[in-house]
């Protein structure tokens, strides 16, 4: 059993004094090669997995009565019954939990324990990995398997009502079906996806986290889904047969009046156009075309979307000024969070070293940074 998956056992045997008939399940964060703020507008995107996961060992209760959770991360404990809620606020850890509980209800009230080494908050979705995670626990403790897409989806509406973020659906879906050594080119309009292999002998994709995790992050998201709802009905408005964002063409834009709306529509266009120019490159292994498209999506959540900060739009620059780097972007919501920097095979750690020093001296916090391995499947192993 790999050593994550030992260790969430090792820890329930210490909360719950042993682990018998536990099951270990896991789900990974995710990193986004391009196609950011297009998949809740029916659009397209190239997430891959990480090798970071959110690990959850569960079984039925012993006591036979109470729902008992457990966060090795956090070194918290949630007690509940079943016929009540958790007096958590939304978005505690415990409600995502108890959200995918209510969801997919076990046979019995449970005993369940989270631990994982998805950085949290940082926009590398530990949220969906611990949804997913949770998922597949209860669908072993029901005995009865969910279709992935049907998981994420559930997933999906737990974040909503319980955690009230109006996230869209790339994140649980990559993390429940992503392939190891694949990006997952998603069409979040038709729900399809196909994997697609990275020949990644020549290429590195580092990841750069801020560090900044801003209180507003998650009221501009949902401004931004906002304002493209009303950016939609502006286009209806004269072309009723436009029914997401994601059909609007060029000639929309340019009828549009310069505005807030104007910046969002087009971003959203372009994205979706990097996002298939993107599919193509990593098919071709071509690096430097993949790397200009992630400056130039770095350039639109800058300029038209605006969802960018200063600290990120330094590590992008200062990484792109670097020998080695293709190209390097933000991702995810915005506002802090991490990069994505797609570097020359060998060069990631003397990249990292380098922007870590830059980034220091400037704003006197120091930065995390990985390199990303191929990815681990989600899965569940019985013992
Ligand atoms: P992101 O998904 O980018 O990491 P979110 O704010 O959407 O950021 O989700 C982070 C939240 O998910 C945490 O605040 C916590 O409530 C929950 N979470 C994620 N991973 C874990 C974990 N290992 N243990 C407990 N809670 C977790
Ligand atoms: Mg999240």
Redesign the pocket.
Same mark, same amino acid.
């Given at each position: 059993m790999p050593d994550m998956e030992q260790a969430a056992k090792e820890a329930f045997t210490k909360w719950r004094g042993d682990a018998d008939r536990v099951i270990v399940a896991r789900a990974p964060?995710r990193v986004n090669l391009v196609g950011d703020h297009t998949d809740y507008n029916d659009g397209l995107v190239l997430p891959m997995i990480l090798d970071r996961a @959110?690990y959850v060992a569960a079984r039925l209760s012993l006591d036979g009565r109470t729902h008992h959770l457990w *966060?090795?991360?956090?070194r918290e404990g949630v007690t509940y019954s079943p016929e009540q809620w958790p007096r958590v606020r939304p978005?505690?850890?415990a409600?995502?939990i108890a959200g995918m509980i209510q969801e997919l209800p076990p046979p019995g009230p449970i005993e369940l324990l @989270?631990? =994982?080494n @998805?950085? &949290?908050? #940082? =926009?590398? *979705? *530990? *949220?969906? #990995? &611990?949804e997913m995670a949770t998922g597949l626990a209860l669908e072993a403790l029901r005995g009865k398997s969910v279709p992935p897409l049907d998981l994420a989806q559930i997933g999906q509406r737990v974040?909503h009502r319980y #955690?009230g @973020?109006k996230?869209g659906i790339m994140?649980q879906i990559v993390s429940r079906a992503g392939r190891t050594g694949h990006a997952l080119f998603l069409d979040c309009h038709t729900l399809k996806w196909e994997h697609i292999p990275i020949r990644s002998e020549g290429i590195q994709f580092l990841v750069i986290d801020s560090r900044v995790r801003r209180q507003l992050a998650?009221s501009k998201y949902n401004e931004r889904r906002a304002e493209c709802q009303k950016a939609l009905q502006c286009i209806q408005a004269s072309d009723a047969a436009i029914t997401s964002l994601r059909y609007a063409g060029t000639h929309h834009v340019d009828e549009l009046k310069e505005s807030v709306f104007q910046r969002r529509i087009r971003h959203v266009i372009s994205e979706n156009k990097r996002v298939e120019e993107a599919c193509s490159a990593v098919i071709r292994s071509d690096w430097s075309t993949l790397g200009r498209i992630l400056s130039l999506s770095h350039e639109s959540l800058r300029e038209d979307y605006e969802v960018s900060c200063e600290e990120m739009d330094f590590l992008a620059a200062y990484a792109e000024s670097l020998p080695g780097v293709f190209g390097a972007r933000m991702m =995810?919501g915005g506002f802090g =969070?991490c990069t994505i920097n797609l570097v020359r095979s060998g060069d990631g750690s003397a990249v990292a070293a380098s922007v870590t020093a830059a980034y220091e001296g400037k704003y006197k916090q120091k930065p995390t940074s990985h390199i990303i391995g191929t990815g681990l499947e989600a899965g569940c192993s019985y013992d």
């Open positions: 964060g @959110v *966060s090795e991360n956090y978005g505690h850890w409600s995502y @989270v631990m =994982g @998805v950085p &949290l908050g #940082a =926009g590398l *979705s *530990s *949220s969906a #990995a &611990l974040e #955690a @973020v996230c994140d998650t =995810g =969070g």
